[in-house]
């Protein structure tokens, strides 16, 4: 959680909230758990002259689960300090909120180029489907007929891919690799008289990521080295932390024209231009 000094970017991995590597980084570290103490009995056989030997099954000390939960506690601050209000915020909860889900501000989503390339692609896809249908659907002119279909699509958002990553610093710690849904329903009008046909749809879009840990995982935060998800999931079994989901959820309308050049019906950017209009945050 802790953020970024000039010029220093963060190194991401594929699972988790603070940060992926999409290609699987083969330098990435794995901590291995600490081995811990437990109270055995003396070589003699007197109950009461207790020894320390290790002894896997026992769990992490007091004083061990202080540290990590202080270090968590020093990235949260850390965030702040540095502007990036979202990634705290989501790092707290995960301590301290007990949260089976959390909505996140679309707007914010909106300021990461990662998450708007990832809407601009679905919008293609849409773009795409749509002219597709329209070379096979289209009734005769005067005809009162109208078509009506729907399809849905996905895209992935990668903050860490390597255009975005020095530019998407706060998304990779505040969630990392995510994925958009949607579902989308268009209808075609009616031929004009102008043989110009106008196609309106609605396209409904779910954000959605999990704010958790994954034992084996490791990524490295700048000014704490490389901090392994096995304290993270220490905080879960011993102090009460919790995973949880996040989402963001909000429609769109779609509008354009499409009109007949002699061949069939196609779309005339350079006069109608297709608008996506969000309706519904």
Not at 164 to 178: C, I, K, N, P, W
Not at 189 to 202: A, H, L, S, W, Y
Not at 230 to 259: Q, T
């Amino acid at each position: 959680m802790s953020l970024p000094e000039t010029g220093e970017l963060p190194v991401c991995r594929t699972q988790g909230p603070l940060g992926f590597n999409d290609q699987g980084d083969p330098n990435t570290l794995t901590c291995m758990g600490d081995t811990v103490g437990s109270t055995g009995i003396g070589d003699l056989g007197d109950p009461n002259t207790a020894v320390v030997s290790p002894s896997p099954t026992a769990g992490p000390s007091k004083a061990r689960l202080d540290a990590i939960e202080a270090k968590y506690n020093e990235m949260i601050r850390n965030a702040r300090g540095r502007g990036y209000h979202v990634a705290a915020d989501n790092l707290h909860d995960y301590l301290y909120s007990h949260l089976n889900d959390k909505a996140l501000d679309l707007k914010w989503l909106r300021t990461f180029l990662s998450f708007q390339d990832a809407c601009d692609r679905l919008h293609g896809y849409y773009e795409q489907m749509i002219d597709r249908v329209l070379k096979q659907k289209v009734e005769p002119l005067g005809s009162p007929y109208r078509y009506a279909f729907s399809d849905h699509f996905e895209a992935s958002v990668d903050p860490c891919v390597t255009k975005y990553v020095a530019v998407d610093v706060e998304l990779v710690y505040a969630s990392g690799t995510s994925m958009i849904r949607t579902n989308g329903s268009f209808e075609f009008g009616q031929v004009q008289v102008n043989n110009i046909i106008e196609i309106k749809g609605t396209v409904s879009f779910v954000w959605e990521d999990d704010y958790d840990f994954h034992s084996g995982k490791t990524e490295y935060i700048p000014n704490f080295g490389m901090v392994s998800d096995e304290d993270a999931l220490l905080m879960v079994k011993y102090r009460g932390a919790k995973p949880y989901a996040m989402y963001s959820r909000w429609k769109e309308a779609f509008k354009g024209l499409a009109l007949d050049n002699g061949g069939g019906f196609v779309f005339d950017l350079y006069r109608f231009p297709f608008e996506w209009t969000t309706i519904d945050e």
